[in-house]
């Protein structure tokens, strides 16, 4: 029986060799998976980086000719003269600009007149009368990718007028 106790340790101690061994691999293993998965996440976003950054010059013609398709749209609407049929027909490239923006992330800015002035979604064009602070006419429409504004609209902000400031005449004082 004493020949088989050094035989068993021997295999016990080759045992957790192994064990040992095994675990090690395993955690490398490990190890390699998350800094694969890392790198494909990060080989992801880059990608995604480069085609965003492409699509800028796209984007842009896109956003003049919305712009352009939706003046002349908005020039033949009820104009004396105008022609509704060609108003129509600019209102669809339009929308069908609009579409292809969509397409490529760039959604239209819900923007409309009594909004709050946000210096963040808005660029003011000029001011107007009206409330102070409050988007009195949109210009051009903003786009924007998720939370990222990718263009801000265009706005007419509106601006109270002071009389006191608006009087040149300095006030006498009676006395």
């Known amino acids: 029986m004493s020949d ?11 045992t957790e060799e192994i064990k040992v061994k095994f675990k ?20 992801k976003a880059l990608r995604h980086g480069l085609l965003q950054e492409a699509l800028t010059p796209v984007r842009s013609g896109l956003y003049r000719l919305y712009d352009l398709a939706g003046r002349e749209a908005a020039r033949h609407h009820g104009a004396p003269g105008g022609d509704e049929h060609l108003a129509s027909l600019f209102d669809a490239i339009a929308a069908e600009v609009a579409e292809v923006l969509a ?6 800015l819900d923007v409309s007149p009594g909004d709050p002035y946000d210096s963040a979604r808005h660029r003011a064009t000029r001011t107007g009368p009206g409330p102070e602070g ?16 990718l ?3 265009d706005v007419v902000v509106g601006k109270s007028v002071d009389d006191r400031q608006e009087s040149s005449e300095p006030q006498r004082k009676d006395g």
């Open 4 to 14: 088989n106790t050094p035989v068993a340790a021997v295999l016990d101690r080759l």
């Open 24 to 43: 090690n691999d395993m955690e490398r293993a490990n190890h390699r998976e998350e800094i694969i998965d890392r790198l494909f996440e990060e080989n």
């Open 103 to 108: 397409r490529t992330g760039a959604e239209l």
């Open 134 to 149: 409050q988007v009195m006419a949109v210009v051009a429409a903003g786009f924007h990718l998720g939370e990222r504004v």
């Open 151 to 153: 263009r801000k609209a």
